[in-house]
C-alpha cells in the first residue's frame, strides 16, 4: 500500500505466534513533514474529511487521513469493493463499523506509528502509543488500578506505563465501550511474553484475548484484543 508523495511504509506484522485467528494487522510508518497528497483525501467521505479538518496539526490531519484511507483500501480489497463507496458510520461509543456489516475492524495512530486490525469473527481493538514523557506519568498513572500501578513502579517506568495504557486501550475498544467510564473494570498487567494477565473487576467476567505486539522499535508500545464474550 502506498500514496504517492506520502512516503508511507505499510506492512502487514506476523501475528501468527500470538494465535490471532481471523485477525490480520497492518502497522504503517508515516513521514509526518510530508504533504497530505490530494489521492488520500479524495479516498474520504465528506464525513472523514471534515473530522480531519477539526484537527488543528498538520500531523495529526495526515495521521488520520492516511490511516482512514488506508483502512478503505484494505476494506475494499477484502470486500472486492470500490473504497470510496464504502459506508463507514460510528457505532457504539463511537466505534467505526461497516453499514452494511462484514468484517470487524479498528485503527488506533500516535507520533509516526499507525495501526489497522480487520477481524474476521470477533469484535477487534488495537491501540499503539508513542513513549511521550511530556507529562508527569505518575499523575496520570492515577487513573490505574493499583495493581497497574504497582507494576509500573516495579518495572522500567516509561516502558510499563506505555505497555499498560496500549493494553487497556485496546482492551476496551474490542470490547466497545468508553474507555474512560471503564478504566477500573479490568486490571491489565504485561508478563515476560506477549500475553497479559488479566484481573477483572465486574461480574460477569468477560472473555477476551490480549497481548502485545511487537513493532520492531524503541520507544513504542502497541497491543490487540479480540472480545470472545458471547453476544
Known amino acids: 500500500m502506498s500514496w504517492d508523495g506520502a512516503r508511507v511504509r505499510c506492512r502487514q506484522l506476523d501475528i501468527r505466534p500470538l494465535d490471532f485467528s481471523g485477525v490480520a494487522v497492518w502497522h504503517l510508518l508515516l513521514d509526518l513533514a510530508a504533504p497530505l497528497p490530494s489521492a488520500v483525501w479524495a479516498e474520504l467521505s465528506e464525513a472523514e474529511q471534515a473530522a480531519c479538518l477539526r484537527y488543528r496539526q498538520p500531523a495529526d490531519r495526515l495521521r488520520y487521513a492516511i490511516t482512514r484511507a488506508t483502512l478503505r483500501q484494505l476494506l475494499g480489497a477484502h470486500l472486492g469493493q470500490s473504497a470510496g463507496a464504502l459506508q463507514i458510520q460510528p457505532g457504539a461509543h463511537g466505534k467505526p463499523v461497516l453499514q452494511a456489516g462484514g468484517p470487524q475492524f479498528n485503527v488506533s495512530h500516535a507520533g509516526q506509528h499507525a495501526l489497522i486490525a480487520i477481524s474476521e469473527t470477533h ?109
Open 123 to 231: 469484535p477487534v481493538g488495537v491501540d499503539v502509543e508513542a513513549h511521550d514523557t511530556r507529562h508527569p506519568l505518575t499523575l496520570l498513572a492515577e487513573a490505574y488500578t493499583p495493581m497497574e500501578q504497582a507494576h509500573c513502579q516495579r518495572g522500567e517506568e516509561v516502558a510499563a506505563f506505555f505497555d499498560v495504557w496500549s493494553g487497556k486501550e485496546a482492551l476496551l475498544k474490542a470490547w466497545g465501550v468508553g474507555v474512560a467510564d471503564h478504566l477500573a473494570s479490568v486490571t491489565v498487567l504485561p508478563q515476560a511474553t506477549p500475553d497479559y494477565l488479566l484481573h477483572w473487576h465486574i461480574q460477569p467476567a468477560r472473555t477476551m484475548q490480549l497481548k502485545r505486539l511487537d513493532l520492531g522499535m524503541a520507544g513504542v508500545s502497541a497491543a490487540l484484543a479480540l472480545d470472545l464474550s458471547p453476544p
